[in-house]
């Protein structure tokens, strides 16, 4: 058997996020076609990327991994699961599910934004690796006023808790400069809290508005989500948005 080959049933729960049983049922129920043929047997043998299997007429484009787009809102914590908190995965509608998802990267419990949720390890790993130099952009809301200086300090690459060393990162300080933009090119932990506090100051609100070249979709309510197109996803792995 190739290695492309695959269950029809599988194939039918992964596209449509329904269970292996209620695949089974379209199935029995004759509503799925491959190539115009109905479908008899569940663990009959498709090739996903050349077959052309319809479930009740429609055809299913084989998508082998989803990226999704989610507003976190305060108060949910990036995890697949959690006894105590809300995660990040309960906050995806059931349709679009699928096994193996997890958030590509941690955001605080108190942090909103942009979180991208995949089931693509291989993607994650890229988008996450300080190499990859992958910007991930932010605005605060500081305690006190961002001084010039304190952008000079974060440029140039500091050490946070007098042992962590970090790449250069930029500070933008606006017409308020108790609100600021920051950009990052890694994610360590509480990073922002921690260079804030390196430089005297606290950060009060933060926000992920943008990752790579792709900025959160401002008509995404906090906790809603949506997938993110291939284009989209093309510009995520570079630029700036
Ligand atoms: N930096 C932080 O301090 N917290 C986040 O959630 C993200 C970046």
């Known amino acids: 058997m190739s290695e492309k080959l695959m269950r029809l049933d599988k194939f039918l729960s992964g596209q449509l996020a329904v269970s292996r049983s209620d695949a089974k049922e379209l199935i029995k129920k004759r509503f799925v076609t491959v190539n115009g043929e ?11 990327a050349a077959d052309s299997v319809c479930s009740e007429g429609v055809r299913l484009t ?11 809102p305060a108060g949910v914590i990036c995890a697949t699961r959690d006894r105590l908190s809300e995660t990040v995965l309960e906050l ?7 096994k ?36 991930k952009r932010y605005f605060a809301v500081l305690e006190d006023p961002a001084r010039k200086e304190d952008a000079e300090t974060f440029a140039s690459g500091m050490v946070i808790d007098g042992e962590e060393k970090c790449l250069p990162a930029e500070l933008e300080i606006t017409e308020n400069p108790k609100e600021v933009y920051i ?16 430089v005297g100051n606290r950060v009060l609100y933060l926000k992920r508005i943008s990752i790579g070249g792709l900025a959160l979709d401002e008509s995404l309510k906090e906790g809603e989500c949506r997938e993110i197109s291939p284009v989209e996803l093309e510009m995520l792995k570079k630029g700036r948005a």
Request: charged residues 35%; aromatic residues 8%; hydrophobic residues 35%.
């Open 38 to 48: 109905t479908a008899k047997l569940y663990d009959m043998k498709i090739d996903p």
């Open 62 to 72: 084989y998508r082998e991994h989803v990226y999704i787009m989610l507003n976190k």
């Open 92 to 98: 995806i509608p059931e349709e679009m599910r699928r």
């Open 100 to 135: 193996d998802l997890f958030p590509a990267g941690r955001l605080d419990k108190d942090t909103e934004g942009f979180v991208l949720i995949t089931d693509d390890g291989e993607f994650a790993h890229n988008i996450l690796s300080p190499k990859k130099h992958v910007e």
């Open 183 to 198: 950009t990052l090119r890694e994610g360590k932990y509480h990073q922002i809290k921690r260079m804030a506090e390196t």
